[in-house]
C-alpha cells in the first residue's frame, strides 16, 4: 500500500508542475527556480531477471535519476521537444505518445546524445522489456 | 566493442573463467556481449573507448559472491576492476586502466545497512547511489542531509573512496568514511577501526584504528574491494542562509580566497566554498553555438559582452552557513564584513528555514541531481568533459598562481577557460573543466595535448591533481616525484606484497603490480593521441 501510495503522490506531482511549467525561453531553461527534487518509488524486491515487473515503477526507480520532473534528462528533451514545435510537458519520457519500444531498448542499451548507454545492471533485460512497454506507447 | 582479452589470458582460460563466475553469481549477471563492452567503456572517452576496453563485467551480489570471484580471478588470472555504480564521469566511467580487465560491478549490493538519525551516520552497501540514501532519508523523514557531488548519479563510497568533493560542511567525501570492510586481493575479508573486534558498536564512530589505520588505504586504491563503510552525515540543520555576490575581475579570485579561507579554517564558515567562473553559469543558459559561433576559444571582448549582458561576474561566490537562526545571523555579519572589505556590493541573501521549498538542483542543500552534467550540452555532439584538477595552498598567491598558468596553457590551445575553486579547508581544488565534442578527432586531440601540456607545467610549477582521467594515472603519478617516486616505490610493495598475481585493478593510479608492470605507461597512457 506504502508504495502505491508514493507512485500515486509522484504521478500527481509530474503531472501537475509540467502543466504549470512555464515555456522555456528559446535557448535556456525554464525561468524561475528548478522543481523540487522527486522521490523514486522503492525498489521492487525479488530477482531482477525475472520478466512481468511493473514498468512505470522500474522506469521511475532505474530511469529516475534524469527523467523525472527537472530531471538532466527531461531538461535536455524538453529544449528539443520544443524546436521541433511541442509542448514542454513532453520533455518527460512518461508522456511522450510517439516512442515505440524498440525505440527506448535501442536508446538505453546503445546510448543517444548526452545519454550513455546502461548496463544490465543499471537495468536488467527483463526491466528493459517492462519498461520498454510502459514508455512505448506507440507500439 | 570487439573482445580484448586481459594480458596472456587465451580464450579458452577467459572462457573458463566466466564460466566459473556463472557458478557463483548466476549467468545473468557475467556480462560480455560487444553490447556489454560498450556499455561499460568510457562514455566520455577523450579519443577511441577501446584505449581502455573491458573484456566483461561480473556483478556479484553479496560479499561472499566478491570474496569467490576474487578467488577464482586468482586463479585465472584475470584481472578485476570493481566499481562501485560504474558513474566516475571525467576519469574514465567504468572502464578499467589495463585493457581486458574485467570490470567487478557492485551495483548489485545496493543495501543501507544502517541509518542512524541519533549519531547521523549510515552504513551502506558500495552500490548505494546519492539518489537511494536520499529517499531513504526522505522516506523515513529523518534529520539528515546529504553531501553530493555536482553529478549525483553515482555511488555515495565510490565517490568518497575516489576522493569527490561535495559542496556542504561535509564536503571532503573520504573524509566521511568510518570503518570499512574489505575483501582483500586474495578473497580474504578484513574490517578496519573498531570493526576490526566481532560487533563492536563503535565501528562507524571512532576514525582510528588500534595501530595503523588502514581506511583511506583503500580509497583511490587497487588493495582490496570495498564491500560496506560507514558514512557520516550532517544533522539537518535548523535554518541555512545563502550569501551570493558576483565577483566583477578576474583577478580578483585571489582577495576572494584571502576573505573566505581563514573564515572556513576557523570555523565560522564550515562549507566547501564553490568559486565557479562565468562560464560555469553560461553552459547551463544554452549551446556554445548561441553564444560564440566559431570553434576558437571565445575571445576577451565577448567574454565581457556576455558577462554585461547575462549580469554575472567573473566568478561568483554562492557561500551557504547553516545551524540555528541567531548563530547564522551572526556569522553572516561576519563574512559580509569582511567580504565588504574589498567589494562594496551587499550580497543575495537567501533564507531557509525547516519545511521551506528546496529546489530540486540544490547541491548545497545536500540534493542528488545529475542536472550539472547538462554541461556536456555546451558543445553540443556527444558533449564530453575532462577536469584538470590541482590542488593548492587556499592563499591568493598560489590561487592566483595556479589560475594565471593554467589559463596560459588553455588559451595557447585556443580553449575556452573555464575554472572552478573550492575552498575546503587550508587547501583549494582548482577545477579546470575541458569541454569537447567527442566526435570530433582534432578537438579531442588538441584536449589531450592540453591536458599533457597542464600537468607538465603544473608539476614544474610545484602543484599535483588530486584525481584524474585513467589515460593520465601513469604521467600523474610521476609527478609525485620526492625521493626517486618514494610513494608509488611503497604503493608497489604493498601492492606486490598483498596481491602477489596483481589481480585488483592493476595499473590503478599508476600503481602497477609486478605482474603487469610492463603495461605502465604504455601508448593508451598519457595524451598520444
Known amino acids: 500500500m506504502k508504495r502505491v501510495s508514493l507512485i500515486l503522490a509522484a504521478s500527481v506531482a509530474v503531472t501537475a508542475t509540467a502543466v504549470l511549467a512555464a515555456p522555456p525561453g528559446p535557448m535556456g531553461p525554464p525561468p524561475g527556480p528548478p522543481p523540487p527534487y522527486q522521490l523514486r518509488p522503492v525498489e521492487p524486491a525479488g530477482d531482477r531477471t525475472k520478466p512481468g515487473g511493473d514498468g512505470r515503477t522500474l522506469f521511475e526507480v532505474h530511469c529516475g535519476y534524469c527523467h523525472l520532473n527537472g530531471g538532466m534528462g527531461t531538461n535536455l528533451l524538453t529544449k528539443q521537444r520544443l524546436m521541433v514545435g511541442e509542448t514542454p510537458d513532453k520533455g518527460l519520457l512518461a508522456n511522450r505518445t510517439d516512442l515505440t519500444a524498440d525505440y527506448v531498448k535501442a536508446v538505453v542499451r546503445m546510448g543517444k546524445g548526452a545519454m550513455p548507454a546502461q548496463t544490465r545492471v543499471d537495468l536488467t533485460d527483463a526491466e528493459l522489456d517492462a519498461v520498454s512497454k510502459y514508455l512505448g506507447k506507440a507500439g | ?529
Request: hydrophobic share 40%; charged share 20%; proline share 7%.
Open chain 2, 1 to 529: 566493442m570487439k573482445l580484448h582479452l586481459p594480458p596472456r589470458v587465451s580464450p579458452k582460460q577467459f572462457d573458463a573463467m566466466l564460466q566459473a563466475a556463472a557458478g557463483v553469481v548466476g549467468k545473468d549477471w557475467v556480462m560480455a556481449t560487444d553490447a556489454d563492452r560498450d556499455a561499460y567503456s568510457d562514455i566520455y572517452a577523450p579519443g577511441n573507448p577501446e584505449e581502455w576496453p573491458a573484456s566483461a563485467a561480473i556483478a556479484p551480489g553479496s560479499v561472499e559472491e566478491v570474496r569467490a570471484i576474487v578467488r577464482l580471478a586468482n586463479q585465472y588470472k584475470t584481472p578485476l576492476w570493481p566499481v562501485a555504480r560504474g558513474k566516475n564521469l571525467g576519469y574514465g566511467t567504468a572502464a578499467p586502466r589495463l585493457p581486458g580487465s574485467i570490470v567487478l560491478d557492485l551495483g548489485r549490493m545496493n543495501r543501507i545497512l544502517e541509518l542512524d538519525p541519533k549519531l547521523a551516520y549510515c552504513v551502506v552497501e558500495p552500490g548505494v547511489g546519492f539518489f537511494d540514501l536520499y529517499d531513504a532519508i526522505q522516506r523515513e523523514k529523518l534529520p539528515l542531509w546529504l553531501s553530493v557531488p555536482g553529478n549525483a548519479w553515482g555511488s555515495v563510497l565510490g565517490n568518497a573512496l575516489e576522493h569527490g568533493i561535495g559542496y556542504t560542511p561535509y564536503g571532503l567525501h573520504a573524509r566521511n568514511l568510518c570503518g570499512i570492510e574489505a575483501v582483500l586481493p586474495d578473497g580474504d575479508l578484513m574490517r578496519t577501526g573498531m570493526g576490526a573486534m566481532k560487533d563492536n558498536p563503535a565501528w562507524h564512530l571512532f576514525p582510528m584504528s588500534y595501530g595503523p589505520t588502514f581506511d583511506l588505504a583503500f580509497s583511490q586504491s587497487n588493495l582490496g574491494v570495498v564491500t560496506k563503510a560507514g558514512v557520516w552525515l550532517q544533522p539537518a540543520p535548523e535554518s541555512s542562509l545563502e550569501l551570493v555576490w558576483d565577483i566583477p575581475n578576474e583577478d580578483d579570485i585571489g582577495w576572494v580566497v584571502d576573505t573566505i579561507a581563514p573564515l572556513k579554517i576557523s570555523g565560522l564558515v564550515d562549507q566547501n566554498v564553490f568559486i565557479p567562473s562565468w562560464l560555469g553559469k553560461m553552459v547551463l543558459k544554452g549551446q556554445r553555438k548561441d553564444f560564440w559561433d566559431k570553434p576558437s576559444a571565445i575571445p576577451e571582448w565577448r567574454v565581457q559582452e556576455l558577462l554585461k549582458e547575462h549580469k554575472l561576474g567573473y566568478w561568483q561566490v554562492a557561500l551557504r552557513l547553516y545551524g540555528e537562526e541567531g548563530v547564522v545571523k551572526a556569522k553572516a555579519e561576519v563574512v559580509k564584513a569582511a567580504m565588504k572589505r574589498n567589494i562594496d556590493v551587499a550580497p543575495a541573501e537567501h533564507w531557509w528555514h525547516t519545511g521551506d521549498y528546496i529546489h530540486g538542483v540544490e547541491t548545497t542543500m545536500g540534493i542528488p541531481s545529475a542536472v550539472p552534467l547538462q554541461m556536456s550540452d555546451w558543445v553540443g555532439g556527444r558533449g564530453a568533459h575532462m577536469g584538470f584538477s590541482p590542488v593548492v595552498p587556499a592563499t591568493g598567491r598560489h590561487v592566483l598562481d595556479q589560475k594565471q598558468r593554467s589559463r596560459r596553457i588553455i588559451a595557447e590551445f585556443d580553449v575556452d577557460f573555464y575554472a572552478s575553486f573550492t575552498i575546503g579547508g587550508r587547501f583549494a581544488n582548482n577545477v579546470n573543466m575541458l569541454m569537447y565534442d567527442r566526435d570530433n578527432a582534432e578537438e579531442v586531440a588538441r584536449m589531450r595535448r592540453l591536458f599533457d601540456a597542464l600537468i607538465k607545467e603544473t608539476a614544474k610549477a610545484g602543484y599535483a591533481e588530486y584525481r584524474t582521467h585513467l589515460g593520465w594515472m601513469d604521467p600523474v603519478m610521476d609527478t609525485f616525484d620526492f625521493n626517486d617516486n618514494a610513494l608509488r616505490r611503497f604503493g608497489e610493495k604493498v601492492k606486490n606484497a598483498l596481491d602477489p598475481n596483481g589481480i585488483i585493478a592493476p595499473g590503478k593510479q599508476g600503481i602497477w603490480p609486478a605482474a603487469y608492470a610492463d603495461a605502465r605507461a604504455k601508448a593508451n597512457a598519457g595524451g598520444k593521441a
